[in-house]
T-cell receptor, first 114, second 113 residues
C-alpha cells in the first residue's frame, strides 16, 4: 500500500511568487491535513480537509489556501511568498472514522524562499 | 483551544543512556500517540495507547497512558545514535477544531558532543 505522497520534494522560490504543493493520501483516507514546520520546530496546523470540504484552518493569513479534490488528493497554495514561509510543509491523511492509528504523514516538501 | 505541554523541549543523550519525556494536558484524551521525526522526513508513528494505565513497548521504547488520561510518558532505554530526532506526543480528540489530533511541540533529542 502506497503511503502519503507529496510533491515536489524540494522547491526554491523567489519572494513574491506563488507556489502549489500537492499531496496524495493513503487509499481510503478521506481526511487530509497540512502542517508547516519551520527550522525543525513544532508542527503548526495549517488546514484540514475532509470529504472535499475545508473543516478548519490554523492561524495563517489568507494567502495560504488549498483544496481537496474528489479523489481526496489535496493542494496547498501559497501566494505572495515571504522569506519566513521557508519551511517543511507536511501533509498527513487519516480515515474519517476509525482513527485509532492517528495520522500518516508524507515526507514533506521543503520550500525555500529567497 | 486544547494544548499539550511536552517536556523537555530538548535533551542531549550519550549512547547507552536512558531517556524520558512526557506530555501533559488539561483535557482528557481517549488515545495517546507518540511519533518520531528524523531530520528532513515526516513524523512516523512509534506507539499508540488506548486505555488509561496502559503500558506498551516497542523494542527499546516504552510508553504509558496516564491513569488520569491527561498525560503520557515515553521512555527510551539504552539510547543509540539513531534515536536522534524530534519526538512528538499527540492526543486523539474526535471532531476537534484542528482535526482529530492535537500535537505537543516536540522533544528534540541530540547526541552529546
Amino acid at each position: 500500500e502506497a503511503g502519503v505522497t507529496q510533491s515536489p520534494t524540494h522547491l526554491i522560490k523567489t519572494r513574491g511568487q506563488q507556489v502549489t504543493l500537492r499531496c496524495s493520501p493513503i487509499s481510503g483516507h478521506t481526511s487530509v491535513y497540512w502542517y508547516q514546520q519551520a527550522l525543525g520546530l513544532g508542527l503548526q496546523f495549517l488546514l484540514w480537509y475532509d470529504e472535499g470540504e475545508e473543516r478548519n484552518r490554523g492561524n495563517f493569513p489568507p494567502r495560504f489556501s488549498g483544496r481537496q479534490f474528489p479523489n481526496y488528493s489535496s493542494e496547498l497554495n501559497v501566494n505572495a511568498l515571504e522569506l519566513e514561509d521557508s519551511a517543511l510543509y507536511l501533509c498527513a491523511s487519516s480515515p474519517s472514522r476509525g482513527l485509532i492509528y492517528g495520522y500518516t504523514f508524507g515526507s514533506g516538501t521543503r520550500l525555500t524562499v529567497v | 483551544g486544547q494544548q499539550l505541554n511536552q517536556s523537555p523541549q530538548s535533551m542531549f543523550i550519550q549512547e547507552g543512556e536512558d531517556v524520558s519525556m512526557n506530555c501533559t494536558s488539561s483535557s482528557i484524551f481517549n488515545t495517546w500517540l507518540w511519533y518520531k521525526q528524523d531530520p528532513g522526513e515526516g513524523p512516523v508513528l512509534l506507539i499508540a495507547l488506548y486505555k488509561a494505565g496502559e503500558l506498551t513497548s516497542n523494542g527499546r521504547l516504552t510508553a504509558q497512558f496516564g491513569i488520569t488520561r491527561k498525560d503520557s510518558f515515553l521512555n527510551i532505554s539504552a539510547s543509540i545514535p539513531s534515536d536522534v530526532g524530534i519526538y512528538f506526543c499527540a492526543g486523539l480528540n474526535y471532531g476537534g477544531s484542528q482535526g482529530n489530533l492535537i500535537f505537543g511541540k516536540g522533544t528534540k533529542l541530540s547526541v552529546k558532543p
